[in-house]
């Protein structure tokens, strides 16, 4: 897989496809590795996500920095964001 035109194919099909629907992912290239950034709604929808992108990009190693949004709400608040 090679440009960034493919890497767009394969977002739109992220956000498109009914296993993972996340419009919030976004891919990069960097020599064979694809990283796969942005948020996700569950541990689920992010492990569909990786599952689909090595699917679509065969022979390349894909690199998870998602964010889950189930988990950062689950989370109580940092000291800093304690409301007053």
């Known amino acids: 897989m090679t440009g960034t035109y493919r ?38 929808s992010r492990r569909a996500v990786l599952d689909r992108v090595a699917d679509l990009c065969p022979g390349q190693e894909v690199v998870d920095e998602l964010t889950c949004a189930e988990r950062t709400l689950s989370s109580p608040p940092h000291p800093a964001e304690d409301l007053r």
């Open 7 to 44: 890497l767009k194919d394969v977002e739109r099909r992220l956000a498109e496809e009914a296993g993972t629907a996340e419009l919030g992912v976004h891919l990069t290239q960097h020599g064979g590795t694809v990283v796969v950034h942005g948020a996700v709604s569950s541990e689920g």
